[in-house]
């Protein structure tokens, strides 16, 4: 097997474009008047409004403290509002106000922007490939869990391990 420079691996070029693409978006969105966290949490609260918060954390891959207190300044702002869980009276359910929408059309504008940018010179068929080929791998490590977890210490607080199923 032909061994690939680290900067040349599937995962480098993977990671390092996604960077990329990001710090871009940051360069067109810095007349929004959001941060990176903050854009974030809207486009992911655009696709699941009414989540909860710990749910919400979980897509965004913090910690349930962290994304309260980014839904505090939120809340203070009038990007979002929480409302009480019928199902949960412990639990509040987000949504986007009606300031945040057309922020949020302009934020798909800029991302078809930086899409266009980056995808510039690819045939149509090498995009619907990479597209493919990139919804099989997040599909791949979505539902799968590792045949063998080797039992090591952790740092992860025992509230995130029993979210996360890993063992106490």
């Not at 940051?26 to 966290?37: F, S």
């Not at 995009?127 to 992860?156: F, K, T, V, Y």
Request: aromatic content about 4%.
């Amino acid at each position: 097997m032909e061994k690939v420079p680290p900067a040349d691996s599937f995962g480098f070029l993977l990671s390092d474009a996604a960077r990329l693409m990001r710090r871009r978006f940051d360069q067109k969105a810095r007349d929004l008047g959001l941060t990176r966290a903050q854009w974030q949490l809207l486009a992911r609260l655009a696709r699941n409004e009414g989540a909860n918060q710990s749910s919400l954390a979980d897509l965004l891959d913090v910690e349930p403290i962290t994304l309260c207190r980014l839904v505090d300044r939120m809340e203070e702002g009038g990007w979002v509002s929480r409302r009480p869980d019928p199902a949960d009276r412990r639990a509040r359910l987000l949504f986007m106000t009606d300031k945040a929408r057309p922020v949020l059309a302009r934020m798909r504008a800029l991302a078809e922007e930086v899409h266009a940018e980056g995808l510039e010179g690819l045939d149509p068929g090498v995009r619907a490939i990479m597209a493919e080929g990139l919804a099989r791998l997040r599909a791949n490590l979505s539902d799968r869990q590792p045949e063998h977890q080797p039992e090591l210490p952790s740092p992860l607080p025992d509230q995130r391990r029993r979210r996360e199923g890993l063992p106490q």
